[in-house]
């Protein structure tokens, strides 16, 4: 049996649907009033026409129209309709075609699993569409906001920097609608997608004014938020985030979270960090001269060929609480290996494993070796 395409059919038929959407974009959604019907009618239209030719081909959307759909959302951006409003009105549309679709004589005639088919069709088209034209609006949106808000980059810089008196700080704020009054939180992302991981946090309203700041600053995403206000998203990537102060000594707060967030990323730790959730890590990257003096103390001394298993052993061994047991268990190993292991350790090295101070040396060294051997993401 032969499907019929998904009304509407031809040209006229989208302009007179596009319109009738337009229409009602004006009494549903506010952020389309005082926009000119030209401006965004053709672009309706043409989208229109690109759902029909999918979904009556039962094929995916090529390169081309997903970039069409990217500038179906790249114009509203530019007209000052939010991402919001522009879901909003894409879900009326799909919503009308799927109304014209039942209420047509043809499809009435048609099994159920006809409807149910192109229905199907027609709304995996439309979740493909909805990613692109997101994607547009995000794309334009993020360079509207860098290029109106270079104020803001401005101030994140010169707070990095230190460079501000307290007084002009405060009137620096006060210029971009940020209350001077309460505790900030500095934050630095390290990521493979900085733009995007800026307009995630800046969603959050404790990441915009009036109560934080969020922009890209050395290809990484960055700003400050006030934790009373709500949690700090969490993106994908590498998230430092130093102590909460005044907004006025936020500097050091920048400082430690660049700290945090540089050291999970040579660590590969992703996720969201504090200084003292990471702790003496920080201070491994920190200070190397520390690292290789320690290493040369307690790792050069290990024979090549076996140096790997008991180094991995003796790891274990001091994040189990020096507990060989436990090592062995974690390690799937018998108890006399690790014993085994752990004596020839102490035998080279000429130091006892129960000494503490042997102890946070030799943990040492071996964070520096993992970050010797760790190459590091760009």
Not at 123 to 142: F, I, M, Y
Request: hydrophobic share 40%.
């Amino acid at each position: 049996m032969t499907v019929p395409s998904v009304p509407p059919f031809g040209q006229a038929d989208y302009e007179n649907l596009a319109r009738h959407l337009w229409r009602r974009f004006l009494r549903e959604i506010p952020a389309y009033r005082g926009i000119s019907e030209r401006r965004i009618v053709p672009s309706m239209v043409a989208a229109l026409g690109r759902i029909d030719a999918a979904v009556r081909a039962r094929r995916a959307f090529t390169a081309a129209e997903l970039d069409e759909f990217q500038d179906y959302g790249r114009l509203r951006a530019r007209l000052g309709v939010p991402l919001e409003a522009v879901l909003r009105g894409w879900q009326i549309m799909i919503s009308e075609i799927i109304e014209r679709i039942g209420g047509r004589e043809t499809w009435q005639q048609l099994p159920g699993s006809a409807l149910m088919s192109v229905v199907s069709a027609l709304l995996a088209a439309s979740d493909a569409a909805t990613v692109a034209l997101s994607a547009g609006h995000r794309e334009v949106q993020a360079q509207l906001d860098r290029g109106q808000d270079s104020r803001r980059d401005d101030l994140i810089r010169s707070l990095v920097a230190g460079q501000f008196t307290t007084d002009e700080l405060r009137g620096h704020a006060k210029d971009l609608g940020l209350r001077t009054e309460g505790l900030r939180a500095a934050f630095r992302v390290i990521g493979s997608d900085p733009a995007y991981t800026e307009w995630t946090l800046r969603q959050c309203p404790a990441c915009r004014p009036p109560h934080g700041l969020t922009a890209l600053l050395e290809g990484d995403a960055v700003g400050f938020y006030d934790p009373r206000v709500a949690d700090l998203p969490l993106p994908d990537g590498y998230v430092g985030v130093g102590p909460t102060t005044k907004l006025p000594e936020l500097t050091r707060s920048f400082r430690i979270a660049g700290r945090v967030a540089e050291t999970a990323n040579l660590f590969a730790l992703p996720g969201r960090h504090t200084l003292d959730e990471i702790g003496l890590l920080v201070a491994v990257v920190g200070d190397p001269d520390i690292g290789a003096a320690m290493a040369g103390k307690y790792l050069t001394p290990l024979d090549h060929d076996e140096a790997s298993p008991i180094l991995d052993t003796v790891d274990c061994y001091l994040s189990a609480g020096l507990n060989a047991s436990e090592t062995a268990n974690r390690m799937f190993l018998h108890h006399n290996t690790v014993r085994h292991r752990l004596t020839r350790f102490e035998e080279l090295t000429g130091v006892s494993l129960k000494d503490p101070h042997v102890a946070l040396q030799v943990w040492w060294a071996l964070r520096y070796r993992e970050l010797r051997a760790r190459p590091r993401e760009q």
